[in-house]
């Protein structure tokens, strides 16, 4: 009887060993995505898709960290102090990629020494949304009303977001003055917007679809190249006149030290997600186009391309901290 307690004892220990070194094994391999914005915005909402996209294909926990502020500048700095072992990475938008430090004479990072970049992963055209309560019905005539009453305020994700510099230039191409209010992200300056304490922002389609139909918010253009499939009765900038265009991005990056091998692993997964037809079906719904075939060169080649095209015309704009 004692020889089989003592037995039991020692099988019961080492299963809860077992269970005890899975566990911590599973544990080093929880990956945590820093994202750079706050719940409810364009990024926020793209780096919760992908994470639940991801943890399906890697089979293990995908955690999302919101460090908010100064267009991702906020989380850029905390990420690049993270462990680089690979299991810490960051879901960039356009402003923390590129626009927040072409903005300033000493940028904190370089946006092609500093991060390695992983994969390219979706791209989408920003939209004019105002509050509907202004007398407009397109662009046009809500840039005239602009005209016509100077130092209206704007929204914005932060000062250096995409979405602030692609706003001074339709205001700029259009001869229009407006005052810029910053926010630690869209979603704070959605709910300003449609409140009526800011008059107007850019965002995406993604997170003001909803709100547009049901009245809340009024998208006026969309700064691409051609109408959304999701919004076909939405007309582009150019239609209306204004050659603007202007996107914003998600792409995922790794530590510059962290190993090449877990980088490339983490890329072959994102390509994976990328290709699932219901997960593209989604992302066009949203009018986010999916990226489906990129990789780490590729991914840097855009940013570097990105950097280049921004860089003259935040100078130009007078857009610099």
């Known amino acids: 009887m004692r020889a089989g307690r003592r037995h039991f004892l020692q099988a019961s220990a080492g299963m809860l060993a077992y269970v005890a070194g899975a566990s911590m094994a599973r544990a080093q391999h929880v990956l945590r995505?820093?994202?750079?914005?706050?719940?409810g915005g364009s990024g926020d909402t793209f780096a919760r898709l992908i994470a639940e996209q991801l943890r399906q294909e890697l089979d293990s926990p995908v955690i999302v960290e919101n460090k908010e502020g100064a267009g991702g500048l906020i989380a850029a700095e905390a990420f690049l102090r993270a462990p680089a072992d690979g299991y810490t990475v960051m879901l960039h938008t356009a402003s923390s990629a590129v626009f927040a430090p072409v903005?300033?004479?000493k940028p904190p990072y370089d946006p092609l020494k500093d991060f390695q970049w992983v994969a390219l992963l979706s791209v989408a055209p920003l939209v004019v949304v105002a509050n509907p309560r202004l007398p407009v019905t397109n662009l046009k005539t809500f840039l005239d009303y602009l005209r016509a009453n100077p130092g209206q305020p704007y929204g914005s994700a932060g000062i250096g977001a995409s979405t602030h510099l692609a706003a001074e230039l339709l205001l700029d191409g259009a001869g229009v003055n407006a005052l810029h209010v910053p926010f630690k992200g869209s979603g704070p300056a959605l709910v300003d917007t449609m409140a009526g304490r800011v008059t107007f922002m850019l965002e995406t389609l993604q997170t003001t679809q909803?709100?547009?139909a049901a009245?809340?918010?009024k998208?006026?253009?969309v700064l691409g190249e051609s109408r959304l499939a999701a919004a076909p009765d939405i007309p582009t900038a150019r239609e209306q006149g204004f050659d603007v265009i202007a996107s914003t991005y998600n792409l995922l990056a790794a530590p510059v030290q962290a190993p090449k091998e877990r980088a490339n692993a983490l890329a072959r997964a994102l390509s994976n997600v990328m290709k699932r037809p219901e997960f593209?079906?989604?992302l066009v719904s949203q009018g986010i186009q999916p990226v489906t075939d990129s990789s780490p060169e590729?991914?840097?080649?855009?940013?570097?391309?990105e950097v280049a095209?921004?860089?003259p015309v935040a100078k130009k704009l007078g857009i610099e901290m």
């Open 309 to 311: 095209r921004w860089t």
């Open 103 to 105: 903005i300033r004479k």
């Open 298 to 305: 590729q991914a840097r080649s855009f940013v570097a391309a």
């Open 219 to 221: 998208i006026l253009a």
């Open 215 to 217: 009245g809340t918010l």
């Open 210 to 212: 909803q709100q547009h």
């Open 33 to 39: 995505m820093v994202v750079g914005f706050p719940p």
């Open 280 to 282: 593209q079906k989604q």
